[in-house]
């Protein structure tokens, strides 16, 4: 498979620009959003790792033309004011190196690396591995390269994985399973949507949530709009009758009813639905707003689902992100997704080691 990387301002843009260029046979491996120090400030790209199997030669040369075109087109309008502010930055870190007596790593560092660490809620014990970290490679750190490396050795604790579908295998399942209000049906919107208009794949809705009032509703209406079908099973034995007539989409996304985590026998009751189908990727849901404490249970009483990766929501609300490593670090279940809004399809990010870890060290938040 030939892989490739293209930029937009929006991900509409990104995504036009791969079809251009590596044909309607490619598919979307993973999006993120990155970050350009510009003279008008920072601008953020939506970029799009994308993949297509290797039929044709011509595309990689035509990739590159266009791609380092776009790269060029922005870069020739900002490289004067570019340099200019290059010169300052080197300017500026010259003049703070200049007021240090040393470079070195002192004890007053390692304390405010945790100090900073414990206030983003990452738990002690992982606190206490970063900063053994730290000092086995003391003699290769500065005060310039200590953030950079404690952001490192974060991003190494990070499990993710990608979405991959594979289109041979027909349909793909996907079940999203989670406590209470934590975004599942939401995302699924978001899911459904990208898969149908980025990736081209057809797709197909199974609402196993028949609990709440409204909650069939609420993606009646998504998917009426976006014009992906969508079927409820109400009884167990309901669902391998509605997912046979889902059976030529690609892809089946299965929303489940929330359920609190401490109700064993409401998570049971969903799982009478789920083992009628060989479900290809569980999801568990989880909030970005919840405890250590609460994540863990979750997952504690989530995992009689099989849960494949994670899903974190919400993370446009949450005021710190140390629980991500903590569930990340000690349960070593992959993340596959960040969500970081209500707005259906946008605000829904491919997990990204190094972005999850500047949100926890430096609470960078896009
Ligand atoms: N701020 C923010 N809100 C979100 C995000 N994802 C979902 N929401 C909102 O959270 C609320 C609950 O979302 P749902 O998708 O209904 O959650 P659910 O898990 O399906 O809920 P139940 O089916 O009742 O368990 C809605 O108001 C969503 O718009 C997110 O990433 N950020
Ligand atoms: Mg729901």
């Not at 301002?9 to 590596?22: C, D, G, P």
């Not at 990452?122 to 591995?129: F, G, M, R, S, T």
């Not at 699924?188 to 081209?200: G, M, R, T």
């Not at 609420?218 to 998917?223: A, E, M, P, T």
Request: proline share 2%; glycine share 4%.
């Amino acid at each position: 498979m030939k892989i490739k990387k293209f930029w937009g301002k929006t991900l509409h843009e990104a995504t036009e620009l791969m079809k251009k260029n590596m044909g309607k046979d490619s598919v979307i491996l993973s999006t993120r959003i990155v970050e350009k120090n510009t003279p008008q400030g920072i601008i953020k790209y939506f970029e799009i790792t994308s993949g297509v199997e290797e039929t044709d030669v011509l595309i990689e040369d035509k990739v590159d033309s266009i791609e380092d075109e776009y790269l060029i087109l922005n870069k020739e309008n900002d490289r004067n004011e570019v340099d200019e502010i290059n010169s300052l930055k080197e300017e500026i870190v010259a003049a703070k190196d200049f007021g240090k007596k040393n470079n070195t790593i002192e004890q007053n560092d390692l304390n405010e690396i945790s100090e900073i660490l414990l206030f983003r809620e990452v738990k002690e014990a992982i606190v206490k591995l970063i900063i053994e970290q730290i000092l086995k490679s003391k003699h290769l750190l500065n005060q310039r390269n200590l953030d950079d490396y404690v952001t490192s050795c974060i991003s190494s604790m990070i499990y993710t994985k990608e979405f991959y579908v594979d289109k041979k295998k027909r349909p793909m399942t996907v079940a999203l399973v989670g406590p209470t209000g934590v975004g599942k049906t939401t995302s699924i919107a978001k899911l459904a949507a990208i898969s149908k208009i980025l990736h081209n794949l057809e797709v197909g809705i199974l609402s196993i949530d028949t609990y709440r009032l409204g909650a069939i509703d609420q993606l009646r209406i998504f998917s009426e709009i976006s014009n992906i079908e969508m079927l409820v099973a109400y009884e167990p034995k309901e669902v391998v009758v509605q997912m046979n007539k889902l059976k030529n989409k690609d892809i089946v996304f299965i929303d489940t009813v929330g359920r609190s985590q401490k109700n064993i026998k409401e998570l049971k009751s969903i799982k009478n639905y789920l083992e009628q189908l060989k479900i290809d990727e569980t999801i568990l849901v989880l909030s970005s707003t919840s405890s250590t404490k609460n994540l863990y249970e979750s997952i504690d009483k989530f995992k009689m689902f099989g849960i494949n990766s994670l899903l974190i929501s919400k993370i446009d609300e949450a005021a710190a992100f140390g629980n991500i490593l903590n569930v990340s670090y000690d349960f070593e279940i992959p993340i596959m997704f960040l969500t970081n809004g209500q707005v259906i399809p946008d605000d829904i990010i491919s997990a990204d080691k190094d972005y999850i870890a500047k949100l926890i060290y430096k609470r960078n938040l896009v």
